[in-house]
């Protein structure tokens, strides 16, 4: 192999970070092809189905700031099934905070607000996201 030159490669991006708060994001499914609706993506080894989506900042200093993140949905192990009840959860909160829910509401409105027809519902909801630690962003 012949050597490459990086010399005149435009320098890596910056992967500042967002620092740790409270965000007003979009959130953007990012489609793969398994699962029933064809949104999750099959991990590597093939054990576990992910959702892969992403946060993006929409008001403020971080505005258009991009956050990926992923979660397991389904698998064939123990901790699969543990990393999938989280991700319930997860999407629960996404859920309740676009929708306006508050946790404790049992109502048949409430319970009716959290059902979805498919993981690709969360798609362009707008939430409050937050964290205690900064988060790398593309």
Same mark, same amino acid.
């Given at each position: 192999?012949?050597? !490459?030159?990086?010399?005149?490669? %435009?320098?890596?991006? *910056?992967?500042?970070?967002?620092?740790? @708060?409270? =965000?007003?994001?979009?959130? &953007?499914? #990012?489609?793969?092809? %398994? +699962?029933?609706? +064809?949104?999750?993506?099959?991990?590597?080894? +093939?054990?576990?189905?992910?959702?892969? =989506?992403?946060?993006?900042?929409?008001? @403020?200093?971080?505005? &258009?700031?991009?956050?990926? *993140?992923?979660?397991?949905? #389904? +698998?064939?192990? *123990? @901790?699969?099934?543990?990393?999938?009840?989280?991700?319930?959860?997860?999407? #629960? %909160?996404?859920?309740?905070?676009?929708?306006?829910?508050?946790?404790?509401?049992?109502?048949?409105?409430?319970?009716?607000?959290?059902?979805?027809?498919?993981?690709?519902? !969360?798609? @362009?909801?707008?939430? %409050?996201?937050?964290?205690? &630690?900064?988060?790398?962003?593309?």
């Amino acid at each position: 192999m012949a050597p !490459i030159d990086l010399n005149n490669a %435009a320098p890596q991006r *910056d992967f500042a970070t967002i620092p740790p @708060g409270v =965000y007003s994001v979009i959130v &953007k499914v #990012r489609p793969g092809a %398994a +699962g029933a609706d +064809g949104v999750l993506t099959r991990s590597n080894d +093939g054990q576990c189905e992910l959702l892969k =989506y992403e946060l993006i900042v929409d008001e @403020g200093e971080h505005t &258009k700031s991009h956050i990926f *993140d992923q979660m397991v949905m #389904r +698998g064939t192990s *123990d @901790g699969h099934a543990k990393a999938a009840e989280i991700s319930l959860s997860r999407l #629960r %909160a996404l859920v309740e905070s676009a929708r306006g829910i508050q946790p404790n509401d049992q109502s048949p409105e409430a319970r009716q607000a959290r059902s979805l027809n498919s993981l690709a519902d !969360i798609s @362009g909801l707008r939430v %409050a996201a937050g964290h205690g &630690k900064n988060w790398p962003r593309g």
